[in-house]
């Protein structure tokens, strides 16, 4: 299961803790504000207080052991500049930072960040696509049974075409694309003589169950 | 086009009528405050100055037309309660509000909003679920070629099978569920020999414009 930190726990930093936590995933909560921490001290499986700009302080965390790093440490845009900065120099995989505006968002992306995050333009665009055409995201609730996911093909896969793996009659799962690795693009809806090749990645629909079951 | 009113042009409410208009939906937007109107007159099909608390305001506006309302008006929560009674009164399909809080959420919902959003609470579940689980809504970036839509079948369709409607190989379109009619759930992965009835919607993946062609 996946390992994130989460820097700063108002609103949005700690809903994204609560519900990472929620989605079995181990997670590192820091904030500088005592209260904070206190109140998520019960529900995450890591509080730890402190100020995520000292680099001493990042540097204690083992930060590659981390899938990502979110940070949401409010209005003080150099704030989380500063930690966006320290934490690309740590090694971090993944930098996601809740900015302030368009212009933080530029400052962020150029010190580090690899996503940025401004909830209320974000979910107004969402909001005029979903309204406009449907989304699938409307469909799967993202708290339902089914889900989609990203499947490295179990080495069985390799070198079978679709027609013999019959994916959704033996595995339940239904394929949407094939990624081609890193970079490679997608192919949507291959036919049923593709062949699963080393590096493929699957893009299926289907029971979070049925999936992982794929993946042992 | 689907035709769409947004009460409240601050960073919310005016990207939402912003993007709306670049995705070819008809937008009316209004505001009490002349500036927010001159902003967005050169972008929006309509820009009305007025009060919407005034249900005089309102029943001059043909409320029945609209596919929704968008209703984001700050931090005074009375303003979006006492527009969202009015609204719903006057039989407006869908009114979409966002909420301040959990209460006032609850709140507006009482009084007849169809949705509530709360964009930071609402964006971290999404980035949770994303960071632990890929979601397809990540692959088909919203603003991208490709698009997943509900299909009404076209009269030909009716009672032929999916085997015989090829709809990959001849329409370019891949299906991922059938939803069969409102509230009547999902039929996701549907197989080959599954008959399509009348009622039926389509739930598929592909380009814009071969799932324009389907409709035609
Ligand atoms: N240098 C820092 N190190 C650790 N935590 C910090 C640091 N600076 C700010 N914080 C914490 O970040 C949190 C920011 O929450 P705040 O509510 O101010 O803003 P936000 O997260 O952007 O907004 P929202 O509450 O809407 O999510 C606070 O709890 C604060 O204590
Ligand atoms: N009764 C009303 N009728 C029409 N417009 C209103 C009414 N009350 C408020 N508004 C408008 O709603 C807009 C609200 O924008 P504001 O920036 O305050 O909040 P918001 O939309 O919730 O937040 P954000 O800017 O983050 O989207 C303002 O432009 C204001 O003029």
Do not use: W
């Not at 845009?77 to 500063?82: D, E, F, P």
């Not at 974000?122 to 309204?131: G, K």
């Not at 959704?168 to 081609?180: D, S, V």
């Amino acid at each position: 299961s996946r390992e994130f930190a989460v820097i700063g726990l108002g609103n949005f930093g700690s809903a994204v803790a609560a519900e990472l936590s929620g989605l079995k995933c181990k997670v590192t909560a820091i904030d500088v504000n005592k209260t904070r921490i206190q109140e998520l001290q019960n529900k995450i499986h890591l509080v730890i207080l402190g100020n995520a700009t000292e680099r001493a302080f990042l540097e204690q965390l083992e930060v590659e052991k981390f899938d990502g790093f979110i940070i949401s440490t409010g209005t003080d845009s150099h704030a989380s500049i500063l930690i966006s900065l320290h934490l690309k120099e740590l090694g971090a995989k993944k930098i996601i930072v809740k900015a302030n505006s368009e212009d933080h968002a530029k400052i962020l992306r150029k010190v580090g960040a690899t996503e940025t995050i401004i909830p209320e333009k974000q979910m107004a665009i969402r909001l005029a696509h979903s309204l406009a055409a449907s989304n699938l995201v409307d469909y799967l609730p993202l708290t339902g049974e089914f889900c989609v996911a990203e499947i490295t093909p179990p080495p069985k896969f390799i070198d079978k075409s679709l027609l013999e793996l019959k994916l959704r009659k033996k595995h339940n799962i239904q394929l949407i694309a094939i990624k081609g690795g890193p970079d490679k693009g997608f192919t949507y809806g291959p036919g049923g003589d593709y062949r699963i090749k080393e590096g493929d990645i699957l893009v299926a629909l289907g029971r979070r169950e049925d999936i992982d079951k794929i993946q042992e």
